[in-house]
């Protein structure tokens, strides 16, 4: 996709798209990136950047813009990358000189980050990957767990540093594959400041139903805490799956 295909689908002026992109399409691919919520990006993301060209500088959401530019932009999905440095260092540009909504649109677009514990990411956010916590679990309340229940757990994390710390709580599903091997999935479970000693406790369901994007397969499976990007703690779990309901 050339800059002139943006100009002619946004009606956008060149010198305005050069003005907010002097970096070019990897720029703009980054700022889309961010402003629309992680790594990947796609025409429809740059293309409703574009329409308006003050979107970067006030960091408005697509749900903002006017219509015209989202409808512009919707026709064309086309998948592509940036490096999770590239990404970090859009995010903290941003932040230097934030607007009201950019601190929730960095968390936003950061979190496929977050989730594979990049410490840059996390780093940025205050969530640091090295904090001083206690964590109980997750203590299986559901050893074994027939497709279409639920796997049930609970934990327990304590704050035993000497300042507030401020954690991304997940949680990390090992699922069985077909040869045997397990396939991790972080899923999110809270994010939380917890001041010195403080402690927080709860009690997650995880379902394990029949999806048309995931093939589940019968015999052990794991769940793990991930704590700012750390793994705590391992639980094994079964599913069992009968004959006449597996998924082909």
């Known amino acids: 996709?050339?800059?002139?295909?943006?100009?002619?689908?946004?009606?956008?002026?060149?010198?305005?798209?050069y003005h907010h992109f002097p970096g070019g399409k990897n720029q703009l691919a980054t700022e889309a990136a961010v402003q629309h919520g992680g790594l990947r990006t796609s025409r429809r993301a740059a293309l409703t950047l574009f329409a308006n060209p003050d979107a970067r500088r006030t960091h408005l959401t697509a749900a903002e813009l006017p219509p015209t530019a989202v409808h512009r932009a919707a026709d064309t999905p086309?998948?592509?990358?940036?490096?999770?440095?590239?990404?970090?260092?859009?995010?903290?540009?941003?932040?230097?000189?934030p607007a009201p909504t950019t601190p929730a649109l960095v968390r936003h677009g950061l979190r496929t980050l977050v989730k594979a514990?990049?410490?840059?990411?996390?780093?940025?956010?205050g969530?640091?990957?090295?904090?001083?916590?206690?964590?109980?679990?997750?203590?299986?309340?559901?050893?074994?767990?027939h497709l279409g229940g639920d796997l049930v757990f609970d934990y327990e994390v304590t704050n035993t540093g000497p300042r507030t710390a401020?954690?991304?709580?997940?949680?990390?599903?090992?699922?069985?594959?077909?040869?045997?091997?397990?396939?991790?999935?972080?899923?999110?479970?809270?994010?939380?400041?917890?001041?010195?000693?403080e402690r927080r406790s709860g009690v997650r369901r995880h379902p394990l139903r029949p999806?048309?994007?995931?093939?589940?397969?019968?015999?052990?499976?794991?769940?793990?805490?991930?704590?700012?990007?750390?793994?705590?703690?391992?639980?094994?779990?079964?599913l069992n799956i009968p004959p006449e309901a597996a998924i082909g």
Request: net charge positive; glycine share 8%.
């Open 1 to 17: 996709m050339s800059f002139t295909d943006v100009l002619t689908q946004s009606g956008a002026a060149r010198g305005a798209i």
């Open 78 to 97: 086309v998948g592509t990358t940036c490096t999770p440095g590239t990404a970090v260092a859009t995010a903290a540009r941003w932040l230097a000189e």
């Open 117 to 125: 514990g990049d410490r840059d990411a996390l780093d940025l956010l």
């Open 127 to 145: 969530n640091d990957p090295d904090v001083r916590v206690r964590v109980v679990g997750p203590d299986v309340r559901t050893a074994h767990v």
């Open 166 to 197: 401020r954690l991304v709580i997940d949680y990390v599903v090992h699922y069985r594959k077909a040869n045997g091997s397990l396939s991790p999935k972080v899923f999110k479970l809270t994010s939380r400041d917890l001041l010195p000693g």
């Open 211 to 238: 999806l048309s994007t995931r093939r589940h397969h019968p015999g052990a499976h794991r769940v793990q805490l991930q704590i700012n990007g750390r793994s705590y703690g391992s639980s094994a779990f079964t």
